[in-house]
């Protein structure tokens, strides 16, 4: 077969399942408890962003855990790439 043929759509889809995809585009404003344990989403695919309900099976991706160390309301980012995990850095803005 060539390029296009069932092993081509089979690497596609595997190079497609190990990238994050964006939730949305801007934060997800969520209170956080102090001292609680999170599970952010880190690949998109979640129906429960932008925590993680294990939608990332599969991929390589694995979510981002973290305790808040603070009640209140954050920014949690949901375009995915952040470089201050779990928190929106205003990549999103750019990609």
Partial sequence: MGLRGPRHQETMEKRMSDQAIPAQIGPYQVELEEGKRYFWCR?????NQPFCDG???GTGI???A???DSSGTANLCGCKQTDDAPFCDGTH???
Avoid: D
């Fill in 43 to 47: 690949c998109g695919r979640s129906q």
């Fill in 55 to 57: 939608s990332h099976k």
């Fill in 93 to 95: 803005n750019i990609v």
């Fill in 62 to 64: 694995e979510p981002h």
């Fill in 66 to 68: 973290f305790v808040a």
